[in-house]
């Protein structure tokens, strides 16, 4: 998109890095996400995440060399994704990212581009 900013530059990786973390940090505590995410293995979904982002915001391009296309439709197929769980995730990330020194204008930027992918993500009503 033409007005895509350069996230990655302008945040840097351990920015990136610490919101990832910060967010899967509240997730295993959480009452509606927490069961859906692979028990144990937090370590590897915070992973899958991170260089998610990284990638998208115009980082090193891991991700695509580790997981292929990210077909967040599919992936995200298994698990019941309504108003209420896609309303949590954003809670939990935008807790995360208020963690963080971020600008105004990025902080906005970062709610809009994952708000809108995880409204695009809701498959189940209610
Ligand atoms: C809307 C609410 C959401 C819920 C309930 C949700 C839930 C999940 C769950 C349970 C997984 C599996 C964990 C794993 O093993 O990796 C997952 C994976 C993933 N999610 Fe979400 N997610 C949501 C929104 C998002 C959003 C907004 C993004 C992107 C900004 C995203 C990006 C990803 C990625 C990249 C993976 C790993 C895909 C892979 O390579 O297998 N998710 N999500």
Same mark, same amino acid.
């Given at each position: 998109?033409a007005?895509? #900013?350069?996230?990655?530059?302008? /945040?840097?990786e351990?920015? #990136?890095?610490?919101?990832?973390?910060?967010?899967? &940090?509240?997730v295993?505590?959480?009452?509606? #996400?927490?069961?859906?995410?692979?028990e144990?293995?937090? %370590?590897?979904? %915070?992973?899958? #995440? =991170?260089?998610?982002?990284?990638?998208r915001? @115009? @980082?090193?391009?891991?991700? *695509?060399?580790?997981?292929?296309h990210? =077909? /967040? =439709?599919? =992936?995200?197929?298994?698990?019941?994704?309504?108003?209420?769980?896609?309303?949590?995730?954003?809670?939990?990330?935008m807790?995360?990212?208020?963690?963080?020194?971020? &600008?105004? %204008?990025?902080? %906005?930027? *970062?709610e809009?581009?994952?708000?809108?992918?995880?409204?695009?993500?809701?498959?189940?009503?209610?």
């Amino acid at each position: 998109m033409a007005d895509e #900013l350069p996230i990655h530059d302008l /945040l840097g990786e351990p920015k #990136l890095t610490a919101i990832v973390a910060g967010f899967y &940090a509240r997730v295993p505590a959480d009452p509606i #996400l927490g069961p859906m995410y692979p028990e144990g293995d937090f %370590e590897a979904a %915070e992973q899958r #995440l =991170r260089s998610f982002v990284i990638y998208r915001f @115009g @980082g090193p391009p891991t991700y *695509l060399q580790e997981r292929g296309h990210p =077909r /967040l =439709r599919i =992936r995200h197929h298994p698990f019941r994704l309504d108003r209420a769980a896609r309303d949590r995730w954003m809670q939990l990330m935008m807790a995360s990212i208020d963690e963080q020194q971020i &600008a105004p %204008e990025h902080r %906005e930027y *970062l709610e809009r581009f994952f708000g809108d992918i995880a409204t695009f993500l809701i498959n189940t009503p209610g």
